[in-house]
């Protein structure tokens, strides 16, 4: 057992108090997964086994649910990261303004690649999708803070600050030393038959709550109530919708009134 994990139910102690407050803003308690998920990688540098099936017993659900959401964001980290985490954005306007020449540079000053992290478990690298800064490019982010107007000679400056710490960004929590990557080998695991960890004990791993719980039946009932022409391609479903709602609406105002 790593000291993390021995250290774990002091953490979940600490944090259980703002938990429920989390839990509390919701009407539906499993609204509050994504909050506490990123709580818990605050305190740990990244969501842990023990955060997942933690957060389940807290909200009610399988630990398959609490796993599929955090596997589902990539700003969730499912194994540790390094301390810095260097996202350089590959979009359309970062990569006419010299983004390739960017990441070269820092594959050559980090000595790693795409989802990798260096051999002191400092710096993780990521190559990512538009960072929504196309105004700035070539931009980047360090531990989510914006990098603009960034060019291959500032590289060099960049690694060299995180690595004597004098970087204008603070360094991620690290309770754990991170691998050389933090990407899973999903397809690997598929084609050999393996379940998720958070499905491993379930009843029924092939059901992580959406197949079964009163959100699914309502939608299935919705779905069955307005018959084969739900799925007629040719009507126009958003016109429809539209006056579902208002059908709904003039419904709820007549009940309303009666009261």
Known sequence: MSERQENFPALLARLKPECERIIAQYENPRSALLPIMQLFQEHEGFVSQEAMHAAADMLGVTPAVAESTVSFYTLLYRRPVGKYVVQVCRGLACTINGAEDVMQAFHEKLGVGHLETTPDGLISYEEVECLAACDRATCAQVNLEFVYDLEPKQVDGMVTAMRT???????????????????????????????????????????????????????????????????????????????????????????????
């Open 165 to 259: 710490g004098a970087y204008a960004v603070a360094p991620r929590v690290q309770t754990e030393e991170p691998a050389r990557t933090w990407s899973l080998p999903r397809l690997g695991e598929v084609a050999r038959g393996r379940r998720s960890a958070g499905a491993i004990g379930t009843e029924s791993p092939d059901n992580a709550g959406g197949v079964g719980d009163e959100p699914g039946i309502i939608m299935l009932d919705r779905i069955v109530e307005r018959g084969p022409s739900f799925y007629d391609a040719t009507r126009e479903r958003a016109v429809q919708e539209a006056k579902d709602v208002v059908a709904v609406i003039e419904e709820e105002k007549g009940s309303r009134a009666a009261h």
